[in-house]
């Protein structure tokens, strides 16, 4: 049996574990630093009102590839669940994405689908050809008052820089339609698993020639591995060397009562000066429970310590010569393969981690293990 050790048990390192261990020739030990697997998607029951928990924050499972819809079908039964948002402006709550709902609404209007195409057309900056950044994104597209009024303060809040500074790809994320829809997403598929996540987590690793070695740091002396998956921050596995790649961690502020207290289970705060980005109440997550008492969450933003859990790679302009000398470095070693949100510094939803941790696996199956790939080949959305 060759040995195998995998840095993290979130999906990438469960998966490919548990993908591995299916052919009988590997012995695979997980090192998870925490005390439990399922990475920034571990869910549980809170204990006081008994509702399931997103313990990281909010996660919503949308998909377009129906292939990754079968795949967590299987591991697990998932409940329907459209993610609805609501944001708060300084001009009261309106539905986000913004939607023709939302323009009529803002702008005391009442135009059709086409009016309001035009009206947004009238209000975006025209000279912006390619927009490269957060702000021009926002300027084309949806024009000076909507981009202050929702994106600015909470964009300011959320990354800690100003959107100028951002790429433009993490504006095309959230849609603008001309019509009432008010799904986040355009995702075909979207669920929620019905027992939370942390049950696909226990299904993946449940295997013999899987260990998992909890609140454990990753070995610095792997010489009785043939083979290394590393999916955590992709600057810690060089110990720095070419300087610190930014990431945003989060703060989660947990509040109990009696009663339900919003009436969306996200709503989003844009104004900068609430120091809070949004409020999440989890019972809503899974609307086929009952629970009289509540428990929300109001969730801030900062820079992440080297000791913080990172949540989100930032990807500035001024990162990328780092992030080049990283993946350089790293494509320059052999047997390891760096896979997932943080060993790639990429902006990666649930499906995409999915999609590439499988890629990988099946490169693996298929190929000696001198072929294995460094990355895994990016998988869109
Ligand atoms: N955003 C915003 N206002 C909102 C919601 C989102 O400015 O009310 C911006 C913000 O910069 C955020 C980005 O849009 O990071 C992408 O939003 P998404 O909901 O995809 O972020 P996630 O759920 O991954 O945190």
């Known amino acids: 049996m060759k040995k195998i050790a995998i840095a993290g ?37 809170d204990k006081q009102t008994n509702v399931m928990v997103h313990v990281y924050g909010p996660h919503i499972f949308n998909t377009s590839k129906k292939e990754i819809w079968d795949y967590i079908s299987h591991l697990t039964p998932m409940k329907p669940y459209i993610n609805r948002v609501k944001a708060v402006t300084a001009k009261g709550e309106f539905p986000l994405p913004v939607n023709l709902r939302t323009i009529n609404l803002f702008f005391d209007k009442n135009f059709t689908p086409e009016e309001a195409k035009l009206f947004l057309t009238e209000q975006s900056d025209a000279t912006i050809v390619e927009p490269k950044t957060f702000e021009e994104q926002a300027l084309k597209f949806i024009g000076h008052d909507l981009y202050k009024n929702f994106f600015y303060g909470y964009t300011k809040k959320q990354w800690g820089v100003e959107p100028k500074e951002l790429p433009a790809s993490i504006l095309k994320r959230i849609p603008v339609r001309f019509t009432d829809d008010d799904n986040y997403y355009n995702s075909l598929y979207q669920g929620i698993p019905e027992f939370g996540y942390t049950p696909i987590f226990e299904k993946l690793i449940a295997h013999d020639a899987i260990t998992v070695h909890y609140n454990s740091d990753f070995p610095q002396n792997l010489k009785k591995y043939d083979y290394i998956f590393y999916t955590g921050p992709l600057d810690a596995y060089f110990d720095y060397e070419f300087g610190q790649l930014p990431y945003r961690s989060l703060m989660f502020e947990k509040n109990y009562a009696n009663q339900t207290y919003q009436s969306n289970a996200v709503v989003n705060y844009c104004e900068e000066k609430i120091p809070y980005t949004r409020i999440s109440e989890h019972k809503h997550f899974a609307p086929w429970e009952t629970h009289e008492k509540t428990v929300y969450f109001k969730e801030y933003s900062k820079q992440a310590t080297k000791t913080d859990i990172p949540f989100y790679p930032i990807r500035m302009a001024q990162d990328k010569s780092a992030l080049d000398q990283y993946v350089e470095k790293a494509q320059s070693l052999s047997n390891v393969t760096f896979v997932g949100r943080l060993a790639t510094y990429r902006y990666l939803d649930m499906d995409q981690v999915i999609a590439e941790a499988l890629q990988v696996s099946q490169k693996c199956l298929a190929t000696p293990m001198d072929q294995w790939p460094r990355f895994p080949e990016p998988v869109a959305k």
Do not use: M, P, T, V
């Open 9 to 45: 048990a979130g999906f990438s390192g469960c998966i490919i574990a548990s993908e591995l261990a299916k052919i009988q020739k590997y012995k695979i030990d997980i090192f998870e630093k925490r005390s439990h697997i399922g990475g920034n998607c571990y869910s549980e029951r």
